[in-house]
């Protein structure tokens, strides 16, 4: 029986860029809005943030957002984040604090997807072997060292298994070398699979795309990946929820809303 109780959509932040980043080898000069989402999601055996976000110091800072993303490298510049979509600022509205979440599960370690592991302090963080030895490699500029460095609570992790009962990694490797998807068994309705960027529109899933960016350009490792995550959802009864579609986003519930 599940242990889930509640799942909650946060918005973190937004970027606007070319479509080809999410839909690879179309969408050239389509320029969309994507949310940036992590998801609370509490338990009976403790709290798991799945993502964190963006590092708000280096969106803000002058200095900081041209030296991370300076133009060569990122075109489209840096997303839009403003301080009230910190982590703590979304907890505060729970009544929660950094300190009341137990695992941080991390998808993969792009800047937008770990970049926030500076706000919160989860008694574990959830990453793929796979994961962190390539983003150490310095070969994907989507990796910004200093995420995640330092002294963290890393809970190194090879292969799929069980978080709780209810809460599932899935293995979706090809946007990155060790990216992870979430299954959450919610107690009432349907299971929910957090695609992380696996699948970053439903357009991924429908027509079977692979992300714009992959990991060593294995675009074949992605969509064997999304065929994976339809046949989980199939077996399962289960939506798949991509993650960076703002029209799905904003069919979501908001806090203090909350999806059970």
Same mark, same amino acid.
């Given at each position: 029986?599940?242990?889930?109780?509640? +799942?909650?959509? &946060?918005?973190?932040?937004?970027?606007?860029? !070319?479509?080809?980043?999410?839909?690879?080898?179309? =969408?050239?000069?389509?320029?969309?809005?994507?949310?940036? &989402?992590?998801?609370?999601?509490?338990?009976?055996? =403790?709290?798991? &943030?799945?993502?964190?976000?963006?590092?708000?110091?280096?969106?803000?800072?002058?200095?900081?957002?041209?030296?991370?993303?300076? /133009?060569?490298?990122?075109?489209?510049?840096?997303?839009?984040?403003?301080?009230?979509?910190?982590? /703590?600022?979304?907890?505060?509205?729970?009544?929660?604090?950094?300190? !009341?979440?137990?695992?941080?599960? +991390?998808?993969?370690?792009?800047?937008?997807?770990? =970049?926030?592991? $500076?706000?919160? $302090? =989860?008694?574990?963080?959830? %990453?793929?072997?796979?994961?962190? %030895?390539?983003?150490?490699?310095?070969?994907?500029?989507?990796?910004?060292? !200093?995420?995640?460095?330092?002294? &963290?609570?890393?809970?190194?992790?090879?292969?799929?298994?069980?978080?709780?009962?209810?809460?599932?990694?899935?293995?979706?490797?090809?946007?990155?070398?060790?990216?992870?998807?979430?299954?959450?068994?919610? /107690?009432?309705?349907?299971?929910?699979?957090? $695609?992380?960027?696996?699948?970053?529109?439903?357009?991924?899933?429908?027509?079977?795309?692979?992300?714009?960016? $992959?990991?060593?350009?294995?675009?074949?490792?992605?969509?064997?990946?999304?065929?994976?995550?339809?046949?989980?959802?199939?077996?399962?009864?289960?939506?798949?929820?991509?993650?960076?579609?703002?029209?799905?986003?904003?069919?979501?519930?908001?806090? /203090?809303?909350?999806?059970?």
């Amino acid at each position: 029986m599940t242990r889930v109780n509640k +799942l909650w959509p &946060l918005l973190t932040a937004t970027h606007r860029y !070319d479509k080809s980043l999410s839909t690879r080898g179309t =969408g050239h000069g389509h320029i969309i809005q994507a949310p940036i &989402l992590a998801y609370l999601i509490e338990t009976s055996n =403790g709290r798991i &943030l799945f993502d964190v976000g963006c590092d708000y110091a280096k969106i803000a800072d002058a200095k900081l957002r041209a030296q991370y993303y300076d /133009p060569t490298t990122f075109a489209f510049g840096a997303p839009e984040m403003s301080e009230a979509q910190r982590l /703590p600022n979304h907890l505060a509205g729970m009544g929660l604090t950094p300190a !009341d979440i137990d695992v941080v599960f +991390l998808s993969h370690l792009h800047f937008d997807h770990a =970049g926030g592991l $500076c706000d919160v $302090c =989860g008694k574990e963080v959830h %990453v793929q072997r796979d994961e962190i %030895v390539a983003a150490r490699t310095g070969l994907d500029n989507a990796y910004f060292a !200093d995420d995640f460095k330092g002294d &963290l609570p890393w809970k190194i992790k090879q292969g799929e298994y069980e978080l709780v009962p209810g809460v599932r990694a899935i293995s979706t490797p090809g946007h990155t070398a060790g990216h992870m998807s979430l299954w959450v068994e919610l /107690p009432r309705g349907a299971p929910v699979v957090l $695609c992380g960027d696996a699948a970053d529109l439903k357009e991924n899933l429908e027509y079977e795309i692979a992300p714009g960016l $992959c990991w060593n350009d294995d675009s074949a490792l992605a969509i064997d990946s999304i065929r994976k995550l339809k046949q989980v959802a199939k077996e399962g009864q289960a939506t798949l929820w991509p993650n960076h579609d703002m029209a799905f986003y904003e069919t979501l519930k908001r806090f /203090p809303s909350f999806h059970e």
